[in-house]
């Protein structure tokens, strides 16, 4: 029986080392079955499949691949698969590298291209001792106003001739894997870059996140007192925080 589609979809991104855990997820474990005597399909056998998968005819031989990739090229199917197995491929790259930006940022939506304005509140301040006679000290919020704003960046993958002559698919998707890499890899060079940049004066004395003087000179002293004032940006108003 032919392979179906999805079904060399799924084979391609085997051989291509995508995670099974994704990949049962995304095709089910039937067409992950089928797909597994598949798994270590090349560029030609693919491009050839997508053909006969169209009805289209290809040589039995690939000889000098032109009537192969003719055929394949002409198809919605070959470039179908490998999108999705481009995408999944770099999916897997992205998530594989720890972003330091993800620890120290909340990720939010915007309907489109506008500015946009972000408020941060500000800790309530710390608990404290309750006094005898029951009383409650009222909390403190505060807020911060940010502007942002979305943009779209991207970068084109073409697959030649020469790729399918070549037959290495591995090879191929080396390509989309650094791609998944460098996309992770650019928002910590982009968040860094702005909070180096200091916009609009965010860290100033009056933001309680600045020091300088010569407390500041670096040593335990120093560290010591920039994590008391960290942590009471953090907290909000409050007891002074404890080493």
């Given at each position: 029986e032919a392979p179906t589609s999805r079904v060399l979809e799924a084979a391609a991104c085997l051989s291509a080392g995508v995670g099974e855990k994704r990949l049962l997820k995304d095709f089910g474990e039937n067409t992950l079955d089928a797909a597994d005597r598949l798994r270590h399909i090349g560029l030609r056998e693919l491009a050839a499949e997508c053909a006969k998968l169209e009805g289209k005819h290809v040589p039995s031989v690939f000889g000098d691949g032109s009537a192969t990739i003719q055929a394949s090229f002409t198809t919605l199917s070959l470039p179908t698969i490998l999108e999705g197995t481009m995408q999944r491929t770099m999916l897997d790259a992205y998530e594989a590298v720890p972003i330091v930006a993800m620890d120290l940022c909340r990720v939010g939506s915007v309907k489109d291209f506008r500015e946009v304005s972000r408020v941060r509140l500000l800790g309530a301040g710390r608990w404290e001792k309750v006094a005898q006679d029951g009383e409650l000290k009222s909390g403190k919020l505060s807020e911060q106003t940010f502007k942002n704003q979305a943009e779209t960046r991207g970068i084109l993958i073409t697959l030649t001739r020469q790729d399918l002559i070549n037959d290495?698919?591995?090879?191929?998707?080396d390509l989309p894997r650094q791609i998944?890499?460098?996309g992770a890899a650019t928002i910590d060079d982009e968040f860094f870059r702005l909070l180096l940049s200091n916009p609009s004066n965010f860290f100033h004395a009056n933001n309680s996140n600045f020091l300088s003087g010569a407390d500041t000179a670096f040593?335990?002293?120093?560290?010591?007192?920039a994590r008391a004032t960290f942590q009471k940006i953090?907290?909000?108003?409050?007891?002074?925080?404890?080493?």
């Open positions: 290495d698919l591995g090879a191929f998707l998944g890499m460098d040593g335990v002293d120093s560290l010591s007192l953090k907290v909000g108003p409050g007891p002074e925080a404890k080493d």
